[in-house]
């Protein structure tokens, strides 16, 4: 792996914010995904700790109704959400739809805690810490 796609950490080099990317999160034993959030603190010259990425109604209702969607795991837009998307998941023909606001993303520092980018379409995912099949069905 080129240097400048290993994954950034606290402490390492920088001249400006994009010497601290990519900001890659990771899983502890327990499945509980690690967020990382840095930028550059330029006079240290060093990638610093910044605060988490918000989404101001991540995983709230998109205003979806069971039969405006088709069954399955997918993202649709929503303009009553701030960042625009909705995921949304309806695993069966019961009038169960699980769906929350989410936003675009390019890599896994522009979503909130608990969540990452890139395994879905590029838009912030819950994972397992925020289990997206446990959201009440609405």
């Known amino acids: 792996m080129c240097e400048e796609n290993r994954p950034k950490q ?16 990771t899983w502890d034993e327990d499945g509980n995904i690690i967020n990382v ?17 918000v989404i101001e109604d ?3 209702s998109c205003g979806l109704k ?16 701030s960042g625009g ?23 896994d520092d522009d979503c909130p805690l608990g969540a990452t980018c890139g395994d879905y379409r590029g838009v912030c995912v819950p994972g397992r810490t925020l289990d997206f099949d446990e959201i009440k069905c609405q």
Do not use: H
Request: glycine share 8%; proline share 8%; with cysteine.
């Open 85 to 107: 998307l909705c995921i949304y998941s309806r695993p069966t023909e019961l009038d169960c739809l699980a769906q929350g606001c989410t936003a675009p993303c390019d890599s």
């Open 10 to 25: 606290v402490g390492d080099p920088c001249v400006d914010d994009s010497y601290c990317d990519p900001q890659v999160a």
């Open 58 to 60: 991540w995983l709230g």
């Open 66 to 81: 069971v039969d405006q969607v088709p069954l399955g795991f997918s993202v649709v837009k929503a303009d009553g959400c």
């Open 37 to 53: 959030y840095l930028q550059c603190d330029t006079e240290a010259g060093v990638c610093i700790e910044r605060e988490p990425t």
